[in-house]
């Protein structure tokens, strides 16, 4: 299967720059899987496709203001940071601009010395392996000078960081928000807690890999970036429970989807357990746990839009696409959402 097959034309204006001013008030395309149908409502229309019994599975990961501005302490050159993942205690992997400067052995400050780090090894496609030194707690520091890791095709700023954050954010590690999320409000929820839906959460810290795009023709010879996920005793036994009394498992979101496959086995039962996966979802996989999907629109050749064309088949999704552009539907992390049903 060819990377140029998942690709369609997206006029620049449909990107989305800025929030919607109430997150629920987005539109929502509903594309049902078995009859090929689409239609049009907005998020808060949810309520219409969730039933008594069914399990709604969340990511609350939460982002960290990961892009870090600094220098060089040998030369004083400007160097932008941006983690990726922590790999143990003061070690990550982080991704630096502009990455001739980032030599191993090069040393960097930010904000006045207060976080100091240094170049240790070379990541994959370019990445950097670095030490932070610094007095106190990290997670504190990198509150006080980090900023709000934004996508590239974002370029106004964004007013309030807690929009870039899910109402049920809770456990800091992601360096991208999981965007299906941004549209359900506290009130939303309740009422679909109310309908008698089960509301359950993982974790997955998103890594900036996920949005890559594909840059091999043949996706076979694409390798995805592993992130860290969690999935709870009690998580498990909830979402089991009702996929055996056949209601559906709705995950919200590309990385509640992966998560859940990763960790599901064959005969279709989730286990509890942590640790990374770099599963990659395309046509042709089969799903063992994921029912529907509430996800927002991808970028062209993108692995997201491909493990969507898993879920719907390629030609209605691709199909489904053409028409979002065509009703100018807002596109990417500030933009609408689709329900695959």
């Known amino acids: 299967m060819k990377t140029s097959e998942f690709n369609y034309h997206l006029p620049e204006h449909l990107i989305a720059q800025t929030p919607l001013e109430q997150r629920d008030e987005s539109r929502l395309m509903v594309l049902d899987k078995s ?45 932008e940071f941006l983690l990726l993942k922590r790999i143990e205690l003061d070690k990550w992997e982080v991704l630096v601009k502009p990455g001739k400067r980032a030599k191993v052995g090069s040393s960097f400050q930010f904000g006045d010395g207060l976080l100091t780090a240094k ?14 030194f ?91 970036h592993a992130e860290y996920y969690s999935i709870e005793e009690n998580t498990a036994l909830l979402i089991n429970t009702a996929k055996n009394n056949g209601r559906k498992i709705v995950a919200v979101g590309t990385t509640c989807c992966r998560t859940l496959e990763s960790a599901a086995s064959e005969d279709g039962q989730l286990k509890a357990s942590s640790g990374w996966t770099d599963i990659f979802i395309y046509p042709g996989y089969k799903f063992k746990m994921v ?51």
Do not use: W
Request: net charge negative.
């Open 35 to 79: 009859k090929g149908e689409i239609s049009h409502r907005h998020f808060y229309d949810i309520l219409d496709y969730l039933d008594d019994g069914d399990c709604l599975v969340l990511n609350d990961t939460r982002v960290i203001p990961a892009r870090l501005i600094g220098e060089k302490i040998e030369t004083g050159g400007k160097i």
């Open 119 to 132: 170049v240790v090894d070379i990541g994959d496609e370019g990445s950097r392996i670095v030490e932070f």
């Open 134 to 224: 610094y007095e106190g707690i990290f997670e504190e520091i990198l509150d006080k000078l980090g900023n709000m890791p934004l996508p590239p095709y974002i370029t106004e700023t964004l007013e309030d960081a807690e929009r870039y954050q899910t109402v049920y954010s809770k456990n800091q590690g992601s360096a991208a928000a999981p965007t299906a999320g941004l549209h359900l409000t506290t009130e939303l929820l309740k009422k679909i807690e109310n309908k008698g839906v089960n509301i359950v959460f993982i974790t997955l810290h998103v890594g900036l890999g996920t949005f890559r795009p594909v840059k091999v023709e043949n996706i076979l010879e694409h390798k995805m």
């Open 291 to 341: 029912d529907n999907l509430i996800t927002n629109f991808h970028l062209p050749e993108s692995t997201l839009i491909m493990l969507v064309s898993a879920l719907a088949g390629k030609e209605l999704v691709m199909s489904a696409y053409e028409t979002a552009v065509k009703e100018s539907y807002r596109f990417f992390s500030f933009g609408d959402a689709m329900l695959i049903k």
